[in-house]
């Protein structure tokens, strides 16, 4: 009587998908754990950057906790319903960034990284491994050919 070894039921994940996933999410956690710092910290010169916004001073230390642990949930192994909750987190984060800019007239060049950021974000999520997604989630092609 031969028995199936747990590998065998899970189908293998595409190499060149898993590397593409983590350079995305590396692409998203690093920036976002140095801007978390830059805005925990009120570090110059990008902290003139959130009170150039309109954003009181103490936003910045709301910003950038919750940046910081984005960062860490999208990295860590394991809790696929935190990192849902860091992906919305993360997303409402760079369209905020992309509608402050808008708001106070900043130029194109200035919307270049939160719009390149919520690519990588989005990049992130669609190309996450089964282990990183909440069960029954189906990956982002399924999703799309519904």
């Known amino acids: 009587m031969t ?3 747990a590998s065998t039921s899970i189908p293998a994940f595409p190499r060149g998908r898993l590397i593409a996933y983590w350079a995305a ?3 998203v956690a690093g920036p976002s754990l140095m801007a ?3 805005d925990l910290f009120r570090l110059p010169p990008y902290f003139g950057v ?3 916004l309109g954003y009181p001073a ?3 230390s709301l910003l950038g906790v919750w940046k910081i642990l984005g960062a860490v949930a999208l990295l860590a192994p394991g809790y696929p319903r935190v990192k849902e909750w860091a992906y919305a987190g ?3 984060d760079y369209t905020a960034a992309v509608v402050s800019y808008l ?3 900043d130029g194109a060049a200035q919307l ?3 719009v390149f950021s919520l690519g990588f974000l989005a990049a992130s999520w669609a190309l996450r491994p089964p282990s990183r997604r909440l069960a029954g989630t189906p990956p982002a092609a399924e999703l799309s050919a519904a």
Do not use: R
Request: aromatic content about 12%.
């Open 50 to 52: 959130l009170l150039h």
């Open 3 to 5: 028995t199936a070894s």
């Open 103 to 105: 708001a106070v007239h």
């Open 36 to 38: 978390g710092a830059v």
């Open 112 to 114: 270049a990284g939160p």
């Open 90 to 92: 993360l997303f409402i």
């Open 25 to 27: 999410t590396g692409l």
């Open 58 to 60: 103490y936003f910045g």
